[in-house]
């Protein structure tokens, strides 16, 4: 394993195992009502960008999280999932898959996906083989986007970045969930409201 996937697990110790659905509870929001959403480069500190939503009163649930399939903790995911019969693999990356098992979702497109908001897993699955479409532009239209910005989006997470989405309960909480992203390092962000752009910045 590469150093850069070791850096990534020495920030999550715990115990939990590899799962692709994680469905529990019933759905605390809606993720087509309104939302914030933030592009970061690939080299970005997830953790210190989910601390910072946290901080900012943003739960783990209402966080959805997209990652290219080259991104470090992509291959640790692929591995896991290779060589979970081998307890001292499960061992090392168990920290992550069970903070990765946190978030409302997170998917990575021709990894897996792991689910654990309803309300993510309605906007997500939108089809019986779900898992081909990880990260398409479906997958992102569920979640309000436009299809052309979809089509766009679909096109850098299969090569490069990350994508942090937040579902926000009230629409006047977009701005300050974007605040946030940008803050924390995001280049590209923008608001959700309805399916339609609220605004953008570059």
Known sequence: ????????????????????????????????????????????????????????????????????PTHPIATIVREASILNSEREASAVTAGLIGWLSEFGAVVIPTVGFFIRSQAFFHALVVAKDAPALCGSTKTLVGLGFPENDAERFETQLREVGVMVYVSCAESAKTGWAREMLLRTGARETATLEKGMLAGMAA
């Open 1 to 68: 394993m590469g150093s850069a996937s070791e850096q990534v697990l020495s920030d999550f110790p715990g115990d939990s195992s590899i799962c692709s659905h994680r469905e529990r509870g019933e759905p605390t929001m809606s993720v087509n009502s309104a939302a914030a959403y933030g592009m970061y480069p690939q080299e970005v500190a997830l953790h210190d960008v989910v601390h910072t939503l946290n901080q900012a009163g943003f739960e783990n649930e209402d966080i959805c999280m997209m990652l290219a």
